[in-house]
T-cell receptor
Framework: NAGVTQTPKFRVLKTGQSMTLLCAQDMNHEYMYWYRQDPGMGLRLIHYSVGEGTTAKGEVPDGYNVSRLKKQNFLLGLESAAPSQTSVYFC???????????????FGSGTRLTVV | SQQGEEDPQALSIQEGENATMNCSYKTSINNLQWYRQNSGRGLVHLILIRSNEREKHSGRLRVTLDTSKKSSSLLITASRAADTASYFCAMTTDSWGKLQFGAGTQVVVTP
């Protein structure tokens, strides 16, 4: 099925551990995004990418790094996890709004991360 | 601070009734979108309305946009139990398309 796939779906980390969240899309979307969702706060943009090999900071980038080595994949890394990073992480992708017209995002099903 | 705010935060209705939720935002937008999120799932795109549009329909959904008041509303007609979800408004403020989300409205539709 076409769409956005996130792995893993659940993870528990100890403070200070590192991990990488993987996002893969098969829709040939140019843009990809990482959001975090916390209760009562909606979604906040962590980092995004406007094409292969590019990344940019969003609203809450501190403590995270990203890479987009291939167009279909967008990785989110936590180098030294902190309890404040306990959240649900969503990846999304979209067409290039300037060249292909603005349309909705396609979201993955999320990764629930707990840092203890 | 968040660009968008939804009102009400929670809404409980019976099947067959209409559900209306509102979204207010702070700065000029390029377009505004509405998403649905079922419990424990990702967000699903419902509808997009551009800044030069005033009203848009999609099935049982009706969206309005008033740029002079910086507000939008989502109406779900003839609600069904399957409409139980959280609904989020999101907007872009530039041509690069980055979405900024509100905190959402939780809608519960009881049979």
């Amino acid at each position: 099925n076409a769409g956005v796939t996130q792995t893993p779906k659940f993870r528990v980390l100890k403070t200070g551990q590192s991990m990488t969240l993987l996002c893969a899309q098969d829709m040939n979307h140019e843009y990809m995004y990482w959001y975090r969702q916390d209760p009562g706060m909606g979604l906040r943009l962590i980092h995004y990418s406007v094409g292969e090999g590019t990344t940019a900071k969003g609203e809450v980038p501190d403590g995270y790094n990203v890479s987009r080595l291939k167009k279909q994949n967008f990785l989110l890394g936590l180098e030294s996890a902190a309890p404040s990073q306990t959240s649900v992480y969503f990846c999304a992708s979209s067409y290039h709004p300037r060249t292909e017209g603005m349309d909705g995002y396609t979201f993955g099903s999320g990764t629930r991360l707990t840092v203890v | 601070s968040q660009q968008g705010e939804e009102d009400p935060q929670a809404l409980s209705i019976q099947e067959g009734e209409n559900a209306t939720m509102n979204c207010s935002y702070k700065t000029s937008i390029n377009n505004l979108q509405w998403y649905r999120q079922n419990s424990g799932r990702g967000l699903v795109h419902l509808i997009l309305i551009r800044s030069n549009e005033r009203e848009k329909h999609s099935g049982r959904l009706r969206v309005t946009l008033d740029t002079s008041k910086k507000s939008s509303s989502l109406l779900i007609t003839a609600s069904r139990a399957a409409d139980t979800a959280s609904y989020f408004c999101a907007m872009t403020t530039d041509s690069w398309g980055k979405l900024q989300f509100g905190a959402g409205t939780q809608v519960v539709v009881t049979p």
